[in-house]
């Protein structure tokens, strides 16, 4: 037996319905907007230094903390950061050495 024959595929039927493609379907559009879609407002890149505001481009370094920086700005000590790099640390060093215990021996 061909290992193709040995387990055939079985796929569900489908229902036809021909009057349902005769019909021409019916396209709704919603001129009225959303709640939700009020609520959220489009995410937009800039391309800006979010501290002196100066044109970056692609030399521009994102930051932990989510803001985009220039050259004189990139680094933490150089704009007011928020992002907490202590916390992120002992998170990292707890992660790599999980607490190892022995068993507690039974003296005889």
Same mark, same amino acid.
């Given at each position: 037996m061909k290992p193709c024959e040995e387990f055939p595929v079985q796929r569900p039927e489908? *229902?036809?319905a021909p009057a349902a #493609? #005769?019909?021409?379907p019916a396209a709704v559009v919603s001129t009225t907007p959303k709640p939700d879609d009020e609520a959220q407002s489009p995410v937009r890149f800039s391309n800006r230094c979010s501290t002196c505001r100066k044109k970056v481009g692609l030399t521009g370094f994102r930051c932990r903390c989510g803001d985009l920086f220039c050259g004189r700005h990139r680094y933490s000590d150089t704009h007011d950061c928020s992002f907490d790099y202590k916390a992120a640390g002992r998170e990292e060093i707890a992660k790599a050495n *999980? /607490? /190892?215990r022995a068993a507690k021996i039974i003296k005889i």
């Open positions: 489908r *229902p036809e #493609a #005769a019909s021409p *999980p /607490v /190892v």
